[in-house]
């Protein structure tokens, strides 16, 4: 009885420490099946932002250009360019640019990066519906994630706390949020981080005082999108697809692919495949926002 | 004859091989927990392949990881906090640097770049820059590096907060983690133990073998549903129900965890645990009713005092099955870092930040070596849980 207790606890310690590294290791292998299968395939990794979209554009192109196989991995952004840095991959999926310091590196190595953008995610700031505030302006919402703004109160709502909710660290929206919405401080302990934006949509639809961020596709009827003002206050814009498109609502990002200029002969057709009208559209169907 | 003789010893050696290969993985496995966990110890909080500078004239020569992140956050302004002159700190870094000074100033490869960094601080006495340690060790005349304290293990599990993608230095402070995984495993078992003895002794000796024939495999279906499917379950039906039972602002919490965890522990300890009192030697119970003894003393004073060892073995794999369980603790506890002051509280769990945060955690950084420093962490919580049983069950048997 004693050593099968031990054995099960063994295994259950096995499972739980290596539960996380196991998806790590099929996307390792992934991408090494997809770069050592020849020149006719194309390897994509990086932002789980961007990779419903090439998801879809990798089978339709597949679909058009028979013979040709295109792997597509996610990871997130930062994994994929250092994918692209280590030359695992051709094309870099990513929800933001390059830092300077990834420059750097890409300077280090010689390597010449060219990027596409390939569309716009506008992020929506959404309550529960019935909240009575309809807009925010960035620096009410930079302090409701820090931490300093704690009641609905403060900002002309009911006398009800605030209760934040925000993707996990490993997401590119998180990143995008803190650096274009919290002024790139460090979001308060006190919030709460979900796993998925699905569950973030469903937490806020079912929580009265709650606040959260998702992207424009997945605003549902549950919840309330608010305006928000980028100027102290002076003009608030709701989030549209419009909006995103002509720049006016603000909490927008462009999504990117990078690639190695020395590879472009390689990855170009599938490129000019996404920045089609076809491919365009697919952006579109996907949830976010078509360059034309 | 012959081929049996021939087959035995290598099904011998089949089984034996098994048996060892399985020992050795168990073996490999811990070996490369901890060579990836311990040598998390002893590197410093600042991302790696960055130094962090100070202006020369500045006072200050050494800060915290804390102190760093309070001073990014923009909550401290002024070196006076600090221990320094009374003048505004200003922070710089690459980002900053960008805005200051064109592509051609930079250099088309960034060859002017130590330059451009030693003309910007000279300017600036307050400065508290970061910048890759490549470009800029030993080039610098204005500046001089910041000597800022190496994680060690005291700090590791003394520290309150857990900021791991912090620029330019990470916090990694494990307690409200440890203090999260342990109230809500705590308080699972707390629900789980009660519910799963009461049901493993009806199964065992109350129910007739009709109701035992369908209860028995409906409760071990429920040890084969997936965790996601639970911490769905848990965050939509559990969620709302604490939330508006306690009349919270918010539902996900380290309650809805436990009760979650409970339900997911009790298939194990209602199996595990009837297995135990299903061994009670007929004899014995037919002597204590024989004396007399009602059937509810019986249970009592003779079938759970036999199979204690039994039930307590359940017991810890119940908790062993909580506290590592990952999915569900996710999806439910809401995952705030925060010490948990009470159970209405959202918290978060150890497995639940490895598997969250492993995904993006760049593969053998900082980041990285501490979740598998969390990891070692959960697996010492574990050990320790498992000779403490070891050594109630040996004193009972003796």
Not at chain 1, 23 to 47: C, Q, R
């Amino acid at each position: 009885m004693k050593n099968i207790n031990f054995l099960f606890l063994a295994i259950t310690l096995f499972l739980a420490a290596c539960g996380g590294d196991k998806t790590e290791t099929t996307t390792t292998e992934g991408t090494d099946a997809g770069a050592a299968a020849g020149a006719t395939t194309i390897s994509v990794k990086g932002s789980d932002t961007v990779l419903p979209v090439s998801q879809k554009e990798a089978e339709e192109f597949m679909k058009a250009n028979a013979g040709s196989a295109i792997t597509v991995v996610g990871g997130g952004s930062g994994t994929g360019i250092t994918a692209l840095l280590d030359g695992s991959t051709d094309i870099c999926m990513s929800s933001r640019e390059l830092k300077t310091d990834e420059k750097l590196k890409f300077q280090g190595k010689s390597i010449e990066v060219k990027e596409a953008v390939i569309g716009f995610d506008a992020l929506s700031v959404i309550v529960h519906p019935e909240n009575k505030v309809a807009q925010l302006t960035r620096e009410q919402l930079e302090k409701i994630f820090t931490g300093e703004i704690k009641n609905w109160k403060e900002v002309g709502g009911a006398d009800a706390p605030i209760v934040a909710y925000s993707r996990e660290s490993s997401s590119g929206t998180y990143e995008f949020f803190k650096e274009h919405v919290m002024d790139k401080k460090n979001y308060a302990t006190t919030v709460l981080n979900m796993p998925a934006t699905g569950a973030i949509v469903q937490s806020v639809s079912q929580t009265k005082g709650a606040i959260g961020y998702v992207g424009l596709a997945y605003v549902t009827n549950g919840v309330k999108p608010l305006s928000v003002s980028y100027d102290q206050g002076k003009t608030f814009v709701a989030p549209s697809v419009q909006g995103a498109k002509d720049k006016t609502y603000p909490v927008a990002r462009p999504l990117y692919y990078f690639y190695d200029a020395k590879n472009e002969a390689k990855v170009k057709s599938f490129v000019d495949y996404v920045m089609s009208d076809a491919g365009q559209k697919n952006v579109g169907d996907a949830g976010y926002v078509p360059v034309r | 004859m012959r081929i049996r003789r021939f087959t035995e010893p290598v099904f011998e050696s089949l089984i034996k091989i098994c048996g060892y290969s399985s020992g050795f993985v168990v073996l490999l496995i811990i070996v490369f927990l901890f060579k990836e966990g311990v040598s998390f110890f002893g590197s410093s909080p600042v991302e790696e392949g960055f130094t962090m500078y100070v202006h020369q004239s500045n006072p200050v020569k050494d800060l915290s990881a804390a102190q760093i992140k309070d001073v990014f956050d923009q909550k401290i302004t002024n070196w006076k906090a600090l221990g320094g002159a009374d003048q505004p700190i200003e922070r710089f870094s690459l980002d900053e640097l960008g805005e200051a000074f064109t592509e051609e100033q930079l250099g088309k490869n960034f060859e002017f770049l130590p330059k451009c960094i030693d003309s910007y601080m000279d300017s600036l006495p307050g400065s508290l820059a970061f910048f890759p340690a490549a470009q800029t060790d030993g080039k610098l005349k204005s500046a001089i590096p910041l000597n800022i304290d190496k994680i060690t293990v005291g700090k590791f599990l003394s520290d309150t907060e857990w900021f791991p993608t912090s620029r330019p230095a990470a916090r990694m402070g494990v307690m409200p983690l440890l203090l999260g995984t342990l109230l809500v495993s705590f308080f699972a078992i707390l629900i789980a133990l009660p519910l799963g003895l009461a049901a493993s002794i009806y199964l065992a000796e109350i129910a007739d073998e009709r109701v035992r024939k369908f209860l028995k495999p409906v409760i071990e279906l429920l040890a084969g549903i997936p965790s996601v499917v639970y911490g769905f379950f848990g965050l939509v039906v559990i969620v709302p129900l604490v939330q508006s039972t306690f009349n919270l602002p918010v539902g996900e919490t380290a309650l809805a965890g436990s009760i979650v965890l409970a339900i997911m522990a009790l298939p194990t300890i209602i199996t595990v645990s009837e297995d135990a009192l299903r061994t009670t030697p007929r004899a014995m119970k037919e002597a204590s009713l024989a004396l007399g003894a009602s059937q509810w003393q019986t249970i009592r004073k003779v079938v759970v005092p036999y199979a204690s060892s039994g039930i307590t073995a359940a017991a810890i794999l119940g908790i062993g099955r909580a506290i590592g369980e990952t999915m569900a603790a996710l999806m439910v506890t809401g995952n705030s870092a925060i010490m948990p002051p009470t159970l209405l509280q959202p918290v978060r769990t150890i497995p639940a930040t490895i598997a969250a945060e492993l995904g993006e955690a760049p593969f053998g950084g900082l980041h990285f070596q501490a979740l598998f420093a969390l990891g070692c962490l959960l697996f010492i919580i574990t050990l320790i849980i498992n000779l403490l049983v070891e050594r109630v069950s040996a004193k009972r048997n003796s």
